[in-house]
């Protein structure tokens, strides 16, 4: 069975389900949302990490490059700097593994079933006292490899590990049919009511995560509901009103709803992997937030969060 590429292993996550959990973070997503904190999960591929401040120009990357990909750049702000030609760049690592400054950093390591499982297993003390378990993020974990996810999920589950799975829901529903009898929860994002909205901000129409979700719930999985809150792209009372309706009218009912205000924690990381800056979305204001609980309350649903 072939490999999988994860970006992190997050030993001790406390914001992705109950307890202590291990979050493991896999690479490709269907979505390429405008707000991601974790654009080195988007690309299926290995990517390089470039830390300029760090790079003293010593040039072992340049030498060791297969594709010729790196070459020494100077100007009186960067002195000298290693520059990647992002298009020749094939992700191999070998400049990462040289790099005596760790100016570069390869974003995706490959990982077996086994080689998962067993990294998973060195936190089970830590499962056992907190409810806790794993769960599996990216990117998006039920785009990935669906034997290779299928037989993870299973072994876990077959050791006695909770496992939790946080998707976007943009995936055929039978890729969710396969893991559902191991899996406890589906953390499950909704960006926005709006297909338009959703359309432009994160490249993929919402069709088939509402979909997916009514199916979900249908087929008895535990869903806990995630909204990451962006400003002026879907925190309108509007948005979390069509929402509560959706839910209503399907009968879902989530155990949980999390409000995830948008933070700038991963804005660099778009000009580490890419060399290019782009634009900040703005964070909801903790009056936004109060006002869209207290609506989803209203409507019924008990347990909302602001945060994870």
Not at 117 to 143: M, N, P, R, W
Not at 153 to 172: K, L
């Amino acid at each position: 069975m072939e490999e999988a590429c994860v970006t992190n292993i997050q030993k001790y996550s406390i914001h992705d389900g109950k307890g202590i959990r291990t979050t493991v973070f896999f690479k490709g997503c269907p979505l390429h949302c405008q707000w991601c904190h974790n654009p080195e999960t988007q690309s299926p591929r290995p990517q390089l990490m470039f830390y300029k401040e760090r790079c003293i120009g010593c040039e072992a990357c340049v030498r060791i490059c297969p594709s010729r990909a790196i070459q020494i750049a100077e100007n009186e702000k960067e002195h000298r700097i290693a520059k990647t030609d992002r298009d020749r760049c094939v992700g191999c690592g070998r400049c990462s593994d040289i790099c005596m400054a760790n100016a570069r950093e390869l974003c995706g390591k490959r990982y077996s079933v086994r080689e998962l499982v067993k990294e998973i297993k060195k936190d089970v003390a830590f499962y056992e006292t907190s409810d806790g378990g794993i769960t599996l993020s990216g990117g998006e974990v039920l785009s990935q490899n669906m034997d290779y996810i299928e037989t993870l999920v299973r072994m876990v589950h077959e050791n006695g590990i909770s496992v939790y799975i946080d998707t976007c829901g943009a995936v055929p529903y039978e890729n969710i049919q396969r893991v559902l009898p191991f899996t406890d929860v589906f953390l499950y994002d909704l960006k926005s009511m709006s297909e338009i909205i959703h359309k432009t901000y994160t490249g993929v129409s919402n069709e088939q995560i509402l979909a997916n979700l009514v199916h979900l719930s249908e087929d008895g999985g535990k869903i806990w509901i995630r909204i990451p809150v962006i400003a002026g792209v879907n925190d309108d009372i509007e948005n979390i009103r069509k929402l509560a309706a959706f839910l209503n009218e399907h009968h879902i009912l989530p155990e949980h709803i999390h409000l995830l205000p948008y933070h700038t924690v991963g804005i660099d990381k778009y000009y580490r992997l890419e060399g290019q800056k782009v634009e900040q979305m703005q964070v909801p204001t903790e009056e936004t937030l109060a006002l869209l609980k207290e609506e989803l309350e209203m409507a019924g649903f008990h347990h909302v969060y602001i945060g994870g």
